[in-house]
């Protein structure tokens, strides 16, 4: 996936730490064969090379991440949207993308005649899959955030019930640390070109995802141009709000949202995101907070911005 992860645990002394990194590192690796869009031998890539038509076995992780993306896409009217490979590739992100290429960024939008779920036919009792259209899918708003779930999973096999996990800014809390207090992760205000801190989040029992335009970016013709499409538009992200944090019960459903928020904009995901129950914190260009919503969910979270 590009990072690092981490793992910040509570545990006795004669706790078997090397048998944790070897299981923590597995969960990730699983994560990786079958979702990057960079290996061409993950599960995902031989979806996306299959012809139209033919149903692909699909193992269990893929499977579960490609029905909640579908179900995403869904909720949110088109906001978050896995068939937009090709739109990724050709503005100049992700893997095997040249420089920027606005005649190939035009051809793959004319050829995106639907979008997932017309043209994916997900079977999850038979876990596989087929394509109904030539599309190119891209997990990368969610496969992370499912790759933190599976390093939380590995934690509480592996019987320990304090401890933080993260891949890049993609966190999830189980417990406290020792005293009762919460786990205190740096929330970063979205200013392009500069690493500040906006506030801190507190979390216990809690999943937190932030999704932002402001860290991969290209220039075309003298515009910025972001790394997020708008399947919408089939073109780059021109959003109002910078960076979108949501918290939630599972690091991939928050991961999701928080790019789903992302490209519907602050009225629109102010909407989505008090009808969804959603609590959200959300940024413009300038570092100021636009949107603040707390939202229905059973854990335990605190935000703090000055």
């Known amino acids: ?57 699909l193992p269990v992780e893929l499977a579960t991440v490609l029905d909640a993306a579908l179900a995403v896409g869904t909720a949110s009217g088109g906001a978050f949207d896995i068939g937009v490979g090709d739109l990724v590739r050709a503005w100049g992100f992700g893997a095997g993308a040249g420089m920027p290429d606005p005649a190939a960024a035009a051809q793959a939008a004319h050829l995106r005649l639907a979008s997932p779920p017309q043209s994916l036919e997900l079977d ?14 891209d997990l990368s708003g969610i496969a992370k955030g499912f790759g933190v779930d599976e390093l939380g999973r590995a934690m509480a096999a592996a019987g320990l019930r304090s401890w933080l996990v993260g891949i890049d800014g993609e966190m999830l809390a189980r417990g406290t640390k020792p005293g009762g ?34 860290r991969h970016v290209q220039e075309v013709d003298g515009r910025r141009v972001s790394h997020t499409m708008d399947p919408r538009r089939n073109a780059p992200l021109a959003s109002d709000l910078a960076s979108v944090t949501v918290l939630a019960d599972t690091c991939m459903a928050a991961d999701a949202w928080a790019t789903a928020i992302l490209v519907a904009g602050a009225a629109a995901g102010r909407e989505l995101a008090g009808r969804r129950g959603l609590r ?8 100021a907070m636009v949107l603040s919503l707390e939202g229905r969910s059973r854990q335990d979270a605190v935000a703090r911005h000055p």
């Open 1 to 57: 996936m590009g990072s690092r992860w981490t793992a910040v645990y509570h545990a006795p002394a004669s706790f078997d730490a090397a048998g944790l990194r070897t299981a923590l590192q597995a969960a990730v690796d699983r994560v990786d064969d079958q979702m990057s869009s960079w290996k061409p031998g993950s599960d995902l890539n031989r979806l996306n090379a299959a012809p139209v038509g033919r149903w692909i076995d």
């Open 124 to 137: 999850c009792v038979n876990r596989r899959a087929r394509k109904h259209a030539a599309l190119r899918l």
């Open 181 to 214: 207090r919460p786990w205190a992760i740096a929330h970063e205000s979205p200013r392009e070109g500069h690493r500040e801190i906006a506030g801190i989040l507190e979390l216990v029992d809690c999943a937190v995802a932030t999704s932002g335009d402001y």
């Open 280 to 287: 959200v914190l959300a940024f413009d260009r300038n570092g």
